[in-house]
């Protein structure tokens, strides 16, 4: 990319960030409007769930194939491209006549987008050179990538209670239309190594092999053993085939060989760990807010704002600030310690507790979450080459992706067993007490994964502190 070019480019960074907010929060906007789609559609719990992971699955699935279309195919060409199908598919998903055709829309939303949000962050990443810039810029799709859970179970409490259900995806469309607009005048069309391949085989094998286990995770409670067992059996089979594939192609998905890079492999493991904690904590306080609380899905939504609001300060302000003193390595550590606090304070909540005992664990949590995104990204891209970046930009995604859809399917099942438990105690406990109970358990849980990212995050290079300029700028 040319310096003509990079300039020209800065302009659509506002486009991408929009489009990154829209994407991540699709992930968690559904969460409040489930019991209305369930009463319309005639969808049970298995379903309904379905709804959510059919999006989470093949988003992180297909990132990876999507960062490198971005490198082979053309940045903006990848991008247009998936935004349009994303665009598409919401369209479908609001029009949905049965249960079917919904969970169908939902997975051609992850779909596409993980090539439209692999493609956007390759754009930056291609634009800002390695210093104040792109730090800046990075913050800027950290914060959007930190909050977009909250924000989407705000927006979809606010829609859901207002217009309906529908509403959660006709939203996206007129989105769509001015973020395509903003990139064709801003962003260069030129193409990518043509001469490359696209590992399709890994794609899909890395993506059916997920599935497989998240959906034997899910079940594990209340499904029937010999179906889960069957899920786990092709499950491995189909992800030791993913491995087979990444070492016979000529171009695979994953080159095996990238993970000898220090930041980008140990900011993976700590992003598939950052992943899952935050997924909980949305799907988990969202329960407990109207389980437990008794809150309306409008006064749930609004129950967000303080995770919101102090996880955009953590990725905007703290978080750059940090890198450049600190360094992403202890900026890490400490980011997923503060956000395992948080966890643990919400895990103290009771079914006698108000909406107000949450605000200390959304804050102290949120801080730790906002800041967090901004640095396991900036770890993942530090010090590669431009033509690499939509492979770093596809894996970190996959990473919290993939680590949000299996933390949470273990998590909920352990918060239903736990609960389930109690309930068969003598003497018997109240439903409100034992879903506490069940949730306490699962925020609990969600704290480990955060500590088991922070004392990954230590494997990173001592020396990586992020600068606050360079000779570009």
């Given at each position: 990319?040319?310096a003509?070019e990079?300039?020209?480019?800065?302009?659509?960074?506002?486009f991408?960030?929009?489009?990154?907010?829209m994407i991540?929060l699709d992930?968690?906007?559904?969460?409040?409007?489930?019991?209305?789609m369930g009463?319309?559609?005639?969808?049970?719990?298995?379903?309904l769930?379905?709804?959510?992971?059919?999006?989470t699955?093949?988003?992180?699935?297909f990132l990876m194939?999507?960062?490198?279309m971005?490198d082979?195919?053309?940045?903006?060409?990848?991008f247009?491209?998936?935004?349009?199908l994303f665009?598409a598919?919401?369209l479908?998903?609001?029009?949905?006549p049965v249960a079917?055709?919904?969970?169908?829309?939902?997975?051609?939303q992850?779909l596409?987008a993980?090539?439209?949000?692999?493609a956007?962050?390759?754009?930056?990443?291609a634009?800002?050179p390695?210093?104040?810039g792109r730090n800046?810029?990075l913050?800027?799709?950290g914060?959007?990538?930190?909050?977009?859970?909250?924000?989407?179970?705000?927006?979809?409490?606010?829609?859901?209670?207002?217009?309906g259900w529908p509403?959660?995806?006709?939203?996206?469309?007129?989105?769509?239309v001015?973020?395509?607009l903003?990139?064709?005048?801003s962003?260069?069309?030129?193409r990518?190594?043509?001469r490359?391949?696209?590992?399709?085989a890994g794609?899909?094998?890395l993506t059916?092999?997920?599935t497989?286990?998240?959906?034997a995770?899910v079940?594990?409670?209340s499904?029937?053993?010999?179906t889960i067992?069957l899920a786990?059996?092709?499950a491995?089979?189909?992800?030791?085939?993913?491995?087979?594939?990444?070492?016979k192609?000529?171009e695979?998905?994953?080159?095996?060989?990238?993970?000898?890079?220090?930041?980008l492999?140990?900011?993976s493991v700590?992003?598939?760990?950052?992943?899952?904690a935050?997924?909980?904590m949305f799907f988990?306080l969202s329960l407990h807010l109207q389980?437990?609380?008794?809150?309306?899905?409008?006064?749930?939504?609004l129950g967000?704002?303080p995770?919101s609001?102090?996880s955009?300060?953590?990725a905007?302000?703290?978080?750059?600030?940090?890198?450049?003193?600190i360094?992403?390595?202890?900026?890490?550590?400490l980011?997923?310690?503060v956000?395992?606090?948080g966890?643990?304070?919400?895990?103290?909540?009771?079914e006698e507790?108000?909406?107000?005992?949450?605000?200390a664990?959304?804050?102290?949590?949120?801080?730790?979450?906002?800041?967090?995104?901004?640095?396991?990204t900036?770890a993942?891209?530090?010090?590669?080459?431009?033509?690499?970046?939509?492979?770093?930009s596809?894996?970190?995604?996959?990473?919290?992706q993939l680590?949000?859809?299996?933390?949470?399917?273990?998590l909920?099942?352990?918060?239903?067993a736990y609960?389930a438990a109690?309930?068969?105690?003598e003497?018997?406990?109240?439903e409100?007490?034992?879903l506490?109970?069940?949730?306490q358990?699962?925020?609990?849980?969600?704290?480990v994964f955060?500590?088991?990212?922070?004392l990954i995050?230590?494997?990173?290079?001592r020396?990586?502190?992020?600068?606050?300029t360079?000779?570009h700028?």
């Amino acid at each position: 990319m040319t310096a003509d070019e990079r300039d020209r480019a800065r302009s659509a960074l506002p486009f991408l960030v929009i489009t990154q907010l829209m994407i991540v929060l699709d992930a968690s906007i559904v969460n409040i409007a489930l019991p209305s789609m369930g009463r319309e559609l005639g969808m049970d719990q298995t379903g309904l769930q379905w709804v959510v992971n059919a999006y989470t699955l093949t988003f992180g699935g297909f990132l990876m194939l999507g960062g490198r279309m971005a490198d082979l195919i053309g940045r903006r060409l990848v991008f247009v491209s998936g935004i349009c199908l994303f665009g598409a598919a919401s369209l479908a998903a609001a029009l949905a006549p049965v249960a079917g055709v919904l969970v169908a829309a939902r997975a051609v939303q992850g779909l596409s987008a993980a090539v439209a949000s692999a493609a956007a962050l390759s754009i930056i990443v291609a634009t800002f050179p390695e210093g104040k810039g792109r730090n800046q810029a990075l913050a800027m799709w950290g914060a959007v990538s930190g909050v977009g859970g909250a924000v989407g179970v705000l927006l979809g409490g606010v829609l859901t209670s207002g217009p309906g259900w529908p509403w959660i995806f006709y939203i996206n469309v007129p989105i769509v239309v001015v973020v395509v607009l903003g990139v064709f005048r801003s962003v260069s069309g030129a193409r990518g190594d043509t001469r490359g391949r696209l590992d399709v085989a890994g794609a899909v094998t890395l993506t059916g092999g997920l599935t497989l286990l998240v959906y034997a995770i899910v079940s594990g409670q209340s499904g029937d053993p010999v179906t889960i067992l069957l899920a786990l059996g092709l499950a491995v089979v189909l992800l030791v085939s993913f491995f087979l594939v990444q070492r016979k192609v000529r171009e695979p998905l994953v080159p095996l060989s990238s993970f000898r890079n220090r930041n980008l492999s140990v900011a993976s493991v700590v992003g598939l760990f950052a992943g899952a904690a935050p997924y909980a904590m949305f799907f988990l306080l969202s329960l407990h807010l109207q389980n437990v609380v008794g809150l309306t899905p409008l006064q749930t939504g609004l129950g967000f704002l303080p995770v919101s609001l102090i996880s955009m300060v953590g990725a905007a302000a703290l978080a750059p600030l940090a890198m450049a003193r600190i360094g992403m390595r202890f900026t890490l550590l400490l980011s997923l310690g503060v956000l395992a606090v948080g966890l643990v304070l919400l895990s103290r909540l009771t079914e006698e507790d108000g909406f107000g005992a949450t605000v200390a664990g959304q804050l102290v949590a949120g801080l730790g979450l906002g800041t967090t995104f901004v640095a396991v990204t900036t770890a993942a891209v530090a010090g590669l080459a431009e033509n690499e970046s939509g492979l770093a930009s596809g894996l970190i995604n996959t990473a919290q992706q993939l680590g949000g859809a299996l933390g949470l399917g273990a998590l909920a099942a352990l918060s239903g067993a736990y609960s389930a438990a109690e309930l068969a105690k003598e003497p018997p406990v109240s439903e409100v007490a034992a879903l506490s109970s069940g949730y306490q358990v699962a925020f609990l849980g969600a704290a480990v994964f955060a500590v088991a990212g922070a004392l990954i995050a230590l494997a990173l290079p001592r020396r990586e502190s992020v600068p606050a300029t360079t000779p570009h700028e």
